[in-house]
């Protein structure tokens, strides 16, 4: 069986990649970076859906990017509650170098674990300012990747998917629906109450939005 | 004063980077990712480093790739004591990625800082083997990290050197005595004894080649 590594945060996007990869016929392998970010409620989601799907392989790296600062999800900046897709700017949710960081850690797993595949839940539709989401961005980091390893120097090559790239929240959503994944597990919340969604930052807002869209029943609990 | 980030591990091929950096007119910002790796006398190097040269800004980030495994440096594989320019496989030294996942947190680093400029020690001479550290793939990261960040969004184009690429281990030395690098404080060896080198590990090995060759002393601490 090919095997897969999936950047698994524990939200929406990444569950329904992890089902798409898993539907696709790939030995997953989870691999969720804890990088200090403010919803480590995220963290605790993973390991559910990790359970739920029976993966066999879940590494939980931790990287304080909190030393690096730079973003209101690893430091005192506020959150931002408004919707962002009005914007042109990109968001102070933007994580320095974040996908970079991640796609990067996912390599070397990838290497280690003799998988060619590797994929993430990168997306242009609801954070158009997010640099590192773009299809421009995802083919150059597969360039660099194929010339940054032994397994490619080996002739063994690389693949970055992005299969939500081009999707709406709604399209996102309904993938996954007919995939059965348990959106009741995932979490999207930037700023959490205990485990309840605040309802109101910007990932709350289009995660309500997508549902209301895909016209299904919204299972999060809000606080 | 335009700003550089310096990937410093406490090594004599990083140390020499970094006043090389400063010469040119840096003012400096040293990022020290402390990888797991057995020669963990690396990270007290870099402080001494930092000391000597007076750097305004030193981040230590500790990153766990034990837990990747796949390497010498990070897992139980005997650390080899041959010559290993005499084979043109990757050397068991390589570290899955990690020129990759360190140009990365350099990247976010240097995103957060307002620096253009990213230094590290890459050097195709003595390790051929190492896929990430040839020109091709310095380059291929430079494209992609251009298309990452949002400072590179708003147009302010990031630079990636690596000065010694091309350069023997003793024409590294030659230039960094030129620059007064305290070569004493610095440190190489895979397999340390407490804080002194083995001697006989393939870095000690190039690095007492690099003293001979640039007919110098060797200040070396051997065991």
Known sequence: MKKAVILLSGGLDSTTVLAMARDAGFDIMALTIFYGQRNH????ASKRIVKFFDVAEHKILELDLRLMG???LTDDIAVPTHDLSLANAVPSTYVPARNTIMLSLALGFAEVSDADDIFFGANIHDYSGY?????????AFETMANLATKRASEGRAVRIHAPLVNLSKAEIIKTGLALQVPYELTHSCYAP???LACGTCSACFYRKKGFEEAMTKDPTRYA
Chains 1, 2 share one sequence.
């Open 70 to 72: 730079g973003s209101a």
């Open 41 to 44: 409620v995220e963290l605790q």
């Open 193 to 195: 109450v205990e485990d």
């Open 131 to 139: 640099p590192d989401c773009r299809p421009n961005y995802i083919s």
